[in-house]
Nanobody
Framework: QVQLVESGGGSVQAGGSLTLSCTVS????????MGWFRQAPGKEREGVAS????????YYADSVKGRFTISHDNAKLTLYLRMNALNPEDTAMYYC??????????????WGKGAQVTVSS
């Protein structure tokens, strides 16, 4: 089993930027894909971005395309989410996730505890 720990959340004004990090430990070789999800109060959790461990193919939700960038540092075993041009609608708990097979939103089975991102207008 892989363990995931998020960091880097916080509060920022609209238009600002934040970078989330997710450190990975445990069965790191068992990952096929990693991703970021978010859940706003009263809403369902939604996929934000994913990256395959073989080839680095990325995928983004339409709501964050052009503003967010997902990346992975293999040497540091760390997943990142760079978030630019943040707006209040991006306010949510952000979760790091791992999949052992596939990069579809429904393929992710392992989750971190989350990092809160709050964007004020």
């Amino acid at each position: 089993q892989v363990q995931l720990v998020e960091s880097g959340g916080g509060s920022v004004q609209a238009g600002g930027s934040l970078t989330l990090s997710c450190t990975v430990s445990g069965n790191v070789q068992g990952r096929d894909c990693m991703g970021w999800f978010r859940q706003a109060p009263g809403k369902e959790r939604e996929g934000v971005a994913s990256i395959s461990m073989s080839g680095g193919r990325t995928y983004y939700a339409d709501s964050v395309k052009g503003r967010f960038t997902i990346s992975h540092d293999n040497a540091k075993l760390t997943l990142y989410l760079r978030m630019n041009a943040l707006n209040p609608e991006d306010t949510a708990m952000y979760y790091c996730a791992a999949s052992s097979f596939g990069c579809r939103w429904g393929d992710f089975r392992v989750w971190g505890k989350g990092a809160q991102v709050t964007v004020s207008s």
